[in-house]
Structure formats: structure tokens, C-alpha cells
């Protein structure tokens, strides 16, 4: 019987549900349950809902107010009546932390941060960060950081002692077999392939800063026959782009694609293009890297640590479309093949099983001390 128990709370602007979505939390939730512990995570969503992952792990989606905050309805008196030893919140920037702050005070309970972020991209969110950081340090006993940035970050903000604890990949989230007519993105991989076209992948929002457009200028500058599947939302502007650039045949726009089914395009890519200049850690290259899939990525973030360079993929220190495609056109065979190897080689050491020591040690010593 697991008797150490971790409260999470992670309401978000961003829905994530963990039967359509590979939530960082439940990952965690399982390979701790290794060390002993029960974990409940609470979050906010349209409906309530209760799923069971196991005994030892509960996901609890209460009724979301607002959806640029994500505030969970009734969250408050969760987090005063779900057993805890420690209560962790889910970034600076989740207005849960206000909910877990006030738990956390009235319980006489620690309280932990779980940060990725590193640095605020206007100065009214530097200011609310300042804000919130100067609140809620008196009672954070413990920062648990993603990024070495993140590290940087909340000891420029005197937020807590600060502890490098990068996330990790589970298994358990993706398909392992590929079940008929579920996806049809692969049929079109193969197609390109018999063309003799280099696969490329990118996964993420499309919204995102300019990722869209630098991808477009990325395309018309390569030389080489490529074809790239880009699994996030589009939208009837992205659509009307690709046939305005002429790149009908060397962009496929596949929409929103389920977190189980990613593995799949992953693996029978060629080459992740990650081009964010904000990455909090970098998800989906470590999943890239986690399926054979070597990342050609900006580096920042997490990117500089998911991706060893030279080894597991190419980092660049600018978005220079020009460059890009000359990384691209350049990358021979026997390269390719060797980062490729490395990938499968690097694999098992970004899963949550190699990750969770950290964090349990983290949890552990606050609690030694006293909280």
C-alpha cells in the first residue's frame, strides 16, 4: 500500500485529459508509484470527471470556469480533503497556484513549483510573474525545474530552493501497434517515400509564434526532394498559404493528431523540424527522440538538453530559413543513419522511470526537514 501521497494541482488555460493526451503529470503519477506513493491530480475541463489510472493514481477534471484561466470549480475544497503530504502546482503562470497557495497555508502542508518556464515574453507577464513569485515564496519549500533555464529563472526570482528536474517520456501513452484504417498519414508517408522524398515531421500549434511561416520559407529553400506532415491544428489561412507558396506537393497538413498516435508518425519520419524560440522543455522532440527520430531544433529551452548535438539531432543557434535548408540538403546518409542509431541507443533515458528518482528524492528530503 502506497502511503506517501503528492497532490498536483494543474489547471491550465490548455485542456489536456489523459484518454486523448500524454499528460506529463500521470507519467510522473506511475513511475512514482514505484516509490511508494499516491498521487492526485486535479484539473479543470468541461464536465466533471473521474478517471483511475490505478489504485494509486486518480485524475480529477472538475468543472472549468473561464477558458483563459482554466480556474477548476471547487478546487479549493479538493485540495483541502484529498490526502497529502505535499502539494505541487504546475508553473507560475497556472492561476491554480492561488488555490494551492491557500491549501497549502491552511493545511500546514509544503508546497512545491513545477516550472518550466523561463522567461517572460512581455513585461506585463514579468511583472505578473514578479507578482506571484514574491506571494507565493514563503510557502514554496521546493522548485522542481524542467529546463536548466528554469533553474536560472526562478533563482533570479528567489522563488525557492531550485531543483533541475526534467520531465520524462511514458511509454505506456502511445500505440504500439498500428491498427487498421486509424492512421491514414501513414499510407501517405509511404506514398512520398516510393517517390524518393526525405520525410520531415513537426508537432505542435501551428499559432505558435511564427513557426508556419518559417517552416514555409524552410521548404521553399530546400533543394532536396522533401515532403513535411505537420501534425497540429490549422486552420483555412495555413491551408490557403501552402497553396499560395506552391508547396502542395511538399507540405501535408494533418490536423490535430491523437497523443497515442504520434509514436507513429514519429517513427517513420526521417527528421523532426522543432523551430520554437520559446520551448518550456520540449515534448515533442524528446518524443522524437524516444521513437528513432532524430530533431533538427533551435536551441532553447530544453531543446539544448532532450537533443545532444551531433548525437541524437542538430541544434542551430538561429531560425535563418536559408540555414536550415542548407542543414537539411547537407545531412547525408551515413550521418543521418548514425543519429538515427543514437536515438535508440539515447531512448530509455528520457522516460519517466529514469526521470521519477529525482523527484521522489526532492519530495522525500522536504519532507525530512519538516516541509
Not at 491530480?41 to 485524475?59: E, K, M
Not at 533570479?156 to 528536474?165: D, E, I, Q, R, V
Not at 522524437?288 to 537533443?307: D, F, K, N, W
Not at 545531412?331 to 538515427?340: D, E, P
Amino acid at each position: 500500500m502506497n502511503e506517501k501521497h503528492l497532490l498536483i494541482m494543474r489547471g491550465s488555460s490548455q485542456y489536456v485529459n489523459p484518454l486523448f493526451y500524454n499528460v506529463q503529470e500521470i507519467g510522473l503519477g506511475k513511475a512514482l508509484n514505484k516509490y511508494g506513493w499516491n498521487i492526485n491530480v486535479v484539473s479543470s475541463g468541461p464536465t466533471y470527471q473521474h478517471i483511475r489510472i490505478n489504485d494509486a493514481l486518480n485524475w480529477f477534471e472538475l468543472p472549468r470556469i473561464g477558458s483563459t484561466f482554466g480556474w477548476p470549480k471547487g478546487g479549493y475544497s479538493y485540495l483541502n480533503n484529498l490526502r497529502a503530504d505535499i502539494i505541487q502546482n504546475q508553473d507560475i503562470s497556472n492561476t491554480g497556484i492561488l488555490i494551492s497557495l491557500a491549501a497549502a497555508k491552511k493545511r500546514k502542508l509544503p508546497l512545491v513549483m513545477s516550472l518550466g518556464e523561463y522567461r517572460p515574453k512581455s513585461k506585463s507577464k514579468a511583472l505578473y510573474m514578479k507578482t506571484i513569485s514574491n506571494l507565493i515564496s514563503p510557502t514554496v519549500k521546493g522548485v522542481l525545474c524542467k529546463t536548466q533555464e528554469a533553474v536560472a529563472f526562478s533563482d533570479s526570482l528567489k522563488l525557492g530552493p531550485s531543483f533541475y528536474a526534467p520531465i520524462g517520456i511514458d511509454p505506456d501513452a502511445y500505440d504500439q501497434e498500428e491498427e487498421q484504417g486509424e492512421t491514414i498519414f501513414l499510407e501517405e508517408i509511404e506514398k512520398v517515400r516510393r517517390e524518393g522524398k526525405f520525410v520531415l515531421a513537426h508537432v505542435g500549434r501551428l499559432d505558435k509564434e511564427d513557426n508556419f511561416e518559417f517552416l514555409c520559407n524552410v521548404l521553399k529553400r530546400i533543394e532536396r526532394p522533401v515532403h513535411l506532415f505537420i501534425a497540429g491544428a490549422f486552420t483555412a489561412v495555413e491551408q490557403a498559404k501552402v497553396v499560395q507558396e506552391g508547396l502542395t506537393e511538399k507540405i501535408s497538413l494533418l490536423g490535430k493528431v491523437e497523443n497515442r498516435k504520434i509514436g507513429h508518425l514519429l517513427s517513420n519520419s526521417d527528421l523532426l523540424l522543432s523551430c520554437s524560440t520559446y520551448e518550456p522543455f520540449g515534448m515533442s522532440a524528446a518524443e522524437s527522440v524516444y521513437h528513432g527520430c532524430p530533431v533538427l531544433g533551435y536551441r532553447t529551452g530544453g531543446l539544448g538538453e532532450i537533443v545532444k548535438d551531433g548525437v541524437t539531432g542538430i541544434l542551430l543557434k538561429n531560425r535563418d530559413s536559408t540555414v536550415w535548408a542548407k542543414t537539411i540538403d547537407e545531412l547525408t546518409s551515413n550521418i543521418w543513419q548514425g543519429l538515427k542509431l543514437s536515438c535508440q541507443e539515447n531512448k530509455q533515458e528520457l522516460t519517466w522511470l529514469a526521470k521519477a528518482k529525482r523527484f521522489n528524492e526532492v519530495y522525500e528530503a522536504i519532507i525530512k526537514a519538516g516541509g
